[in-house]
Structures are given as structure tokens and as C-alpha cells.
């Protein structure tokens, strides 16, 4: 692999560098994909507003949105309300997506194909240092995939809102994969993680599409990591007795058993499938079991699954751009 460096110019007397000038040239160079972004958000807008729309417009003939004569002993939602779960159920996992197509974008087009071809030349040597045309194409796409994405967040916030009060609702739950990641500032670190990646991978790689491959594997990992750890991100509540057996709607069951004299835990799943006659109940029983338990995150937890997870996100981030500015002034110098 081939070392940059940056080409030689004439001491000149030049304005001091700011990023003003490199962040127009990007702009300006990739205002094709700035308009594609531009519609992709209306659209979600659009989406929104639409399912928002068509919801309102059903022929509910009582207020808990029953289509059926209120009070008898048949509910039945109308199809927009029904289909206005299904749409949102998955609009964080959209979101997620969305994220990281941005910086997929940033490894391949705005950084990685100038390497490439060599283009990025033209740029150092007109008095822009590496650092600040590495910084431009951080700064912007950031700026921009957080204003974008807080947006979108808050108009998917209001879609969800327009689901709750209904009592035979299949709202999508505040802990579930496809919603949690689109509700809170989590989507915006991972927008900006994304960013960073984009960018480390680009330097390192400096191949288009071997830069872009990168980024969406180092990207699908880490939200597949969160996804399945994120239970772990906060302390669970653990409730004990026989009240535990009845959840509330916002909880996040996440298990489950009895408890022996001496506080261990035995979990359900442990007496499943035992040949011991008689109940699970009957297993744990024989195995000292002696209070039944509920490990849960209540609803109040939202925020602080949220702000663990941003911060983590935000921590790799700034690794993942501290790293790409290293590797530049390794290749450059």
C-alpha cells in the first residue's frame, strides 16, 4: 500500500484555514445527494403525517377506537389503526438503517473515491491541510445526520403518540428493536458513530466499495451488539411475592422463577423439560424454591437505557475519529 503524501506548494501568504471553505466545496460537490437526503426526509415526514391522517379519518365509533357498537362484547380497531402499528413497529429499525446509510455515504463518495482517484490533491494543494479537509468531511455530514434525524425522531415520537389510550391497542413497546433505537438521542450516537466509522474505514481501506463493505459490517455488528445487550445497560428492577406475577403494561419482562432461603435464583427454564411429575412450580419447589420473583425494567427506564447507550455510542465515535486522524498524518507525513 502506497503512502499519501501531501504535495509540495509555494510559501504563499494565505487567510488563516478555516473549515467555511472545504465545507461549501462538499456541499457543493455532492448536492445530489444533499437533495436525495432532503427527500428522504420529507418523505418520512410524509409517511407520518399520512398514516396520521388516515387513522384520524376512520369510521371509530367510540373512543377506545372500536368500529363496533360501543360497550358489546366484540372489539374490532379499524384497519388504519391496525395498519399504523405495523408501519411504526419498525420505524426505528428504518431510522437505525438510515444512519448508517450516512455513513456508509462518508466511506465511500465523500471520502474513499477522492483518495482513490487522487482528487483529494487538487484540495491539499491549495493551502487546505489534510486535517482540516478530513474535518470538513466529518463536520458536515454530522451537522447535517443530526439535524436530519432529530426531525425524524420527533415526528416518529409523534406517530407513536397517536397509538396510546387504547386499551386493546398493539402498540409497539417502548423496549422493542424496532422502536427503541428511533425514540431517542441513541439513533443521533449511532448517526454519529457511523460518520466516524465511515471515515476510519475510508483512510485505512482508501478503496470505494471495500471501504463501504467495512463500514455497514462494523455498523450492523455494533447495533446487533446493543440490540441484544442493552437489557444489560441498566440495572433491572426484581420484584418479589406473588405480585410480580402481574406486569404492568410498560414493563420489560426479562425473566423470571423463585428464589430459595438463601436468595439464589432458580429461573423457569431450568424445570423445563425435567421428567420430575407435576408442574414447573413442583421443580422449583423440590429445588428449594421458595418466593416467586420478576426481573423487569419498568418504564421509568427508558431514559437511562437511552443515555447509557448514546454515551457508549459517543465514546466509539470519538475513538473511531481519533483513530481516523492518526491514520491520515501516519499516510500524509
Known sequence: MSTVTRPKTE??????????????????????????????????????????VWMASAKELCADGDITPCGGSVYQPSYARTSTEVFLGDGGTVLL??????????AGPLIARELESGTFRLAWAQSVSPAHWLAARLAVPAALAVVGLTVLIAIYRWGLWALRGYPYSQLPRWYDSGVFPGTGPALLGFALLAVAVG?????????????????????????????????????????????????????????????????????????????????????????????????????????????VETGILLALAALAVFAAFRVLRRLHG
Not at 438503517?97 to 462518508?106: D, K, N, R, T, Y
Not at 471495500?210 to 463500514?215: A, D, I, P, V
Not at 447495533?223 to 433491572?236: D, V
Open 199 to 307: 471515515a476510519l474505514c475510508a483512510v485505512l481501506v482508501r478503496r470505494t466499495l471495500l471501504s463501504m463493505s467495512l463500514t455497514g459490517l462494523v455498523l450492523g455488528t455494533v447495533a446487533l451488539g446493543l440490540g441484544m445487550r442493552r437489557y444489560e445497560l441498566w440495572p433491572h428492577v426484581l420484584r418479589q411475592g406473588e405480585g410480580p406475577l402481574t406486569l404492568s403494561g410498560g414493563d420489560w419482562h426479562l425473566d423470571s422463577g423463585m428464589l430459595t432461603a438463601s436468595g439464589r435464583k432458580l429461573y423457569w427454564p431450568d424445570c423445563f423439560g425435567t421428567d420430575m411429575a407435576g408442574s414447573a412450580e413442583a421443580c422449583m419447589r423440590a429445588r428449594g424454591g421458595v418466593l416467586h420473583f420478576t426481573e423487569v425494567h419498568p418504564a421509568s427506564h427508558y431514559w437511562p437505557l437511552q443515555l
Open 11 to 52: 510559501a504563499v501568504a494565505t487567510a488563516p484555514a478555516t473549515l467555511r471553505g472545504p465545507a461549501r466545496v462538499l456541499l457543493r460537490v455532492h448536492r445530489k445527494a444533499l437533495w436525495a437526503g432532503a427527500a428522504l426526509l420529507v418523505l418520512g415526514i410524509g409517511i407520518v403525517v399520512a398514516l396520521r
Open 97 to 106: 438503517l438510515l444512519a448508517g446509510l450516512i455513513g456508509v455515504f462518508v
